[in-house]
């Protein structure tokens, strides 16, 4: 999968996807959980476009990188839906995560202010960096790696020729990434200037609790 | 699968799988429905049980055959839900067929009266054909094969050492499965005699006017 799509390709594809979605020609039912306390949930995701039926069936197992294991893993299924039959089984780790980097992408490109040109990457592991990796595809320079982690935060630095730096220089550029696992907020709203650009990658994980202390909500996505 | 596990074998782990959904160690959410008309549907059926948790993308293509193609068809995915991990993809077509057949056989030894020894297959099609290998994999025998293509109940009754024979003969068997396509009512109440067990395999599918003109009905399965 990551062999086979470029991050500049996976970003015009996520952009084509979400216009395609506003214009009614893919229908995607709300995912099904399947919860498996104590350590995460599996997540059946159904949707239909394009001449294809696609499932996701992902899990969320938050704990699981203290053990070795991916947070994320599971298969996506892809059917033909002419014909009913099974076209492709795809990893469904590197799916989302060249999705979620390149979402992040689009973010910037369709709502940053023109002229924004420089990024803040607030945490660097494997979502982080996928963003990280997709904006440089697409023109992102002078990025700013911020991590609790400074190994994960020079590793992502060095691979991309940006640079490694604390909390505060990440989100004094222009477009600002934060993809943590924490519950702590790491914005106040002083540090929002007009016209930065904030994408919250795992703002539905944490509940709203771990970006940004916020005043006004303006987009919830459920 | 079909040639990892015996019928017999098949029988006695659905016989243990409804006993343990029924013992409250399985749980199975409602299954999720994509509509892919005018040529079928795809449902994802999610459940979790005995340390692993699965989801099982399968389509129903009605008209399949008449294109070479099969009715159902797609993968069922097999997670550790202790690691979230994925630990095998089976072909849906082999764990439905296998599972329906068997389920005929769990149904008749449950609850066909004592003594039933001979069994009527009205439909000799793919889940037909299963559900008789699995009855005569725990000692039903002298069947009779019905269908309206003489072919597929020839070969049926070829391959078990039954027979073929019309419709009326496989009424009058002790425990009668029916599995059929049609729209058309096949049984009548004045065909069930006491004590006679009917398996209506494929009930649901055709919203309850194939197999029976029920003047009561004991049990629907949503």
């Known amino acids: 999968m990551l062999a086979a799509v470029e991050p500049a390709v996976a970003v015009e594809r996520t952009r084509e996807a979400f216009l395609r979605h506003r214009a009614g020609e893919w229908e995607m039912p709300p995912k099904l959980y399947v919860d498996a306390p ?116 020079d590793a992502l630095a060095s691979e991309l020729g940006w640079s490694a730096g604390p909390l505060a220089a990440a989100l004094a550029c222009d477009v600002i990434v934060t993809v943590t696992p924490g519950a702590e907020p790491i914005i106040d709203a002083p540090d929002l200037a007009a016209g930065r650009h904030v994408v919250v990658v795992e703002y539905f994980e944490n509940e709203g609790t771990s970006t940004i202390r916020f005043d006004y909500q303006l987009i919830a996505q459920p």
């Open 38 to 153: 104590p350590n995460g949930d599996f997540r059946a995701m159904p949707a239909r476009g394009g001449g294809f039926a696609i499932l996701k069936w992902v899990t969320s197992y938050p704990g699981n990188p203290a053990r070795g294991l991916p947070v994320v893993t599971g298969a996506l299924l892809v059917s033909d839906d002419e014909t009913g039959e099974l076209v492709a089984i795809l990893d469904c780790a590197a799916v989302t995560s060249l999705r979620t980097g390149a979402a992040a992408a689009v973010s910037a490109l369709a709502l940053g202010r023109d002229g924004a040109a420089t990024v803040g990457i607030v945490g660097c592991g494997v979502n982080g960096s996928w963003a990280a990796r997709c904006l440089a595809a697409v023109g992102y320079r002078d990025g700013v790696c911020a991590d609790v982690d400074p190994g994960a935060a």
